[in-house]
T-cell receptor
Framework: GDSVTQTEGLVTLTEGLPVMLNCTYQ???????LFWYVQHLNESPRLLLK?????KRTEHQGFHATLHKSSSSFHLQKSSAQLSDSALYYC????????FGSGTRLLVSP | DPKIIQKPKYLVAVTGSEKILICEQY?????MYWYRQSAKKPLEFMFS???????DNQTASSRFQPQSSKKNHLDLQITALKPDDSATYFC?????????????FGAGTRLSVL
């Protein structure tokens, strides 16, 4: 079945450093939808960005990701972390149903 | 104004009791879902409904029963509650076309079973 792998459970960064959260997926579908959701403390998950176009960069709120079907990856990046970026980030794969990865908690410190 | 309303926000129950979690969405979506989030399993798919019909069920236990009385309602009945059921339960919905699989989440119901 479909699956999403997020290898880092916790990423700690100092403010101003670049962010990269890894996401790889497995699916039989040739045109998958990939998503990043962000969940701040005591809030519900909300969509951060999404893509279904191969090798096209998608951006939102300073974050960006590029879907690479050749490597089944959809890594999330940001050039400079902010304190307010501290949150739980889920990579998700759309299809018959949405499958979430295990999540990566990002902690940004001063 | 919240477009997906979940009630109650917090719920404390005793082991063996039964509770109903309420979800109403006002986004005009036809697909609705239940997800569960706990410390052990970050975000776990439970059920999906489309046009009030069950599409997918990934919950092994029959103690969890979704109920859809209206197109924009998807409640979750949980019977014979166990401490392991303690979690935050999120209701979500998605548009029918154009943005398939984009989920919009409610604020969640935090359930504690004692």
């Amino acid at each position: 079945g479909d699956s999403v792998t997020q290898t880092e459970g916790l990423v700690t960064l100092t403010e101003g450093l670049p962010v990269m959260l890894n996401c790889t997926y497995q699916t039989i579908y040739s045109n998958p939808f990939l998503f990043w959701y962000v969940q701040h403390l005591n809030e519900s998950p909300r969509l951060l960005l999404k893509s279904f176009t191969d090798n096209k960069r998608t951006e939102h709120q300073g974050f960006h990701a590029t879907l690479h079907k050749s490597s089944s990856s959809f890594h999330l990046q940001k050039s400079s972390a902010q304190l307010s970026d501290s949150a739980l980030y889920y990579c998700a794969l759309g299809g018959y149903k949405v499958v979430f990865g295990s999540g990566t908690r990002l902690l940004v410190s001063p | 104004d919240p477009k997906i309303i979940q009630k109650p926000k917090y719920l404390v129950a005793v082991t063996g009791s039964e509770k109903i979690l309420i979800c109403e969405q006002y986004l005009g979506h036809n697909a609705m879902y239940w997800y569960r989030q706990s410390a052990k399993k970050p975000l776990e798919f439970m059920f999906s409904y489309s046009y009030q019909k069950l599409m997918d069920n990934q919950t092994a236990s029959s103690r969890f029963q979704p109920q859809s009385s209206k197109k924009n309602h998807l409640d979750l009945q949980i019977t014979a509650l166990k401490p392991d059921d303690s979690a935050t339960y999120f209701c979500a919905s998605s548009p029918p076309t154009g943005e398939q699989n984009t989920l919009y989440f409610g604020a969640g119901t935090r359930l504690s079973v004692l």
